[in-house]
T-cell receptor, first 113, second 112 residues
Framework: DSGVTQTPKHLITATGQRVTLRCSPR?????VYWYQQSLDQGLQFLIH???????AKGNILERFSAQQFPDLHSELNLSSLELGDSALYFC????????????FGPGTRLLVL | EDKVVQSPLSLVVHEGDTVTLNCSYE??????LLWYKQEKKAPTFLFML????IEKKSGRLSSILDKKELFSILNITATQTGDSAVYLC????????????FGQGTELSVKP
């Protein structure tokens, strides 16, 4: 157990809908990272927040947005969902904002029907 | 475009064998290379390498980085069935926050 928690574990929804994925980092960690893992793309970096501020962005779709709250938990919002958004979404955390070991949560498996 | 390539993509061995997993990269402003193990759930951290030629070791697992030739290897000796997993290599560049660029992974299956 890495100490990173994610909810929900599974999510089934329909195309066009909007969902929110939640992540709580390890105690003391200020950085939160979001990744998407699909069979054909592997693990893809989406976005990095440090202490409430966006630090880096990957190939995150415009339909996706994220934020990190004052209590350091983070939410990833996915809207206008498409079948291709079905994937495993991981959150990771680390103490600082630079290159450090990232500890991954258990993931949220999203299925869009 | 930055990329990380792992080989082989899959590997089947028997318990007791030694395996070598490869990771090559083309990443602008390389800062660090990390190895993770994924067993149908969250990736778990194994090693982080930043300097060339220094071997990191943990039990039967070891890894080394060659920054000149832009690759890393992960060695597992005396493999056990519990080593069966996908092994992921990731590279972190400078000036891109905490972004990690992952390879496709090597799926290792250890047969009894």
């Amino acid at each position: 157990d890495s100490g990173v928690t994610q909810t929900p574990k599974h999510l089934i929804t329909a195309t066009g809908q909007r969902v929110t994925l939640r992540c709580s980092p390890r105690s003391g960690d200020l950085s939160v990272y979001w990744y998407q893992q699909s069979l054909d793309q592997g693990l893809q970096f989406l976005i990095h927040y440090y202490n409430g501020e966006e630090r880096a962005k990957g190939n995150i779709l415009e339909r996706f947005s994220a934020q990190q709250f004052p209590d350091l938990h983070s939410e990833l919002n996915l809207s206008s969902l498409e079948l291709g958004d079905s994937a495993l979404y991981f959150c990771a955390s680390s103490p600082g904002q630079s290159q450090e070991t990232q500890y991954f949560g258990p993931g949220t498996r999203l299925l869009v029907l | 475009e930055d990329k990380v390539v792992q080989s082989p993509l899959s590997l089947v061995v028997h318990e007791g064998d030694t395996v070598t997993l490869n990771c090559s990269y083309e990443v602008t402003n390389f800062r660090s290379l990390l190895w993770y193990k994924q067993e149908k759930k969250a990736p778990t951290f194994l090693f982080m390498l930043t300097s060339s030629g220094i071997e990191k070791k943990s039990g039967r697992l070891s890894s080394i980085l060659d920054k000149k030739e832009l690759f890393s290897i992960l060695n597992i000796t005396a493999t056990q069935t519990g080593d069966s997993a996908v092994y992921l290599c990731a590279v972190g560049p400078y000036n891109q926050g905490g972004k990690l660029i992952f390879g496709q992974g090597t799926e290792l299956s250890v047969k009894p």
